[in-house]
């Protein structure tokens, strides 16, 4: 999985979805897909930016909470979920 961030300068986050041809049929595409959304919308993501998922081929043959816990450690790593906020400032 590859993430790809922007600032927008917006009081909104903004999302998109590359899941190509080699990550599966389109069956297994769409699913990945799915999840993609699913898991976005269920995280604490702080607003301004612009934010792509580019899905690779192995993202076809994971499950779920794998594809979960990729996506959470990519947007921890970037330092845009909220919850590293509240982490932060209680470790200071």
């Known amino acids: ?7 927008n300068g917006l009081e909104i986050s903004r999302f ?22 699913e898991i976005v919308h269920k995280s604490e993501i702080n ?11 192995e993202a076809g043959e994971t499950t779920y909470h794998q594809l979960k ?3 959470e450690n990519l947007l921890t790593r970037a330092k845009l979920n909220k919850r590293n906020e509240t982490v932060n400032l209680r470790v200071n």
């Open 1 to 7: 999985m590859i993430m790809k961030v922007l600032a």
């Open 16 to 37: 998109g979805f590359s899941v190509g041809r080699e990550v599966g049929k389109a069956v297994v595409r769409n699913s990945v897909r799915r999840w993609l959304r």
């Open 47 to 57: 607003p301004g930016w612009d934010i792509v998922f580019i899905a690779r081929r």
């Open 69 to 71: 816990r990729t996506v």
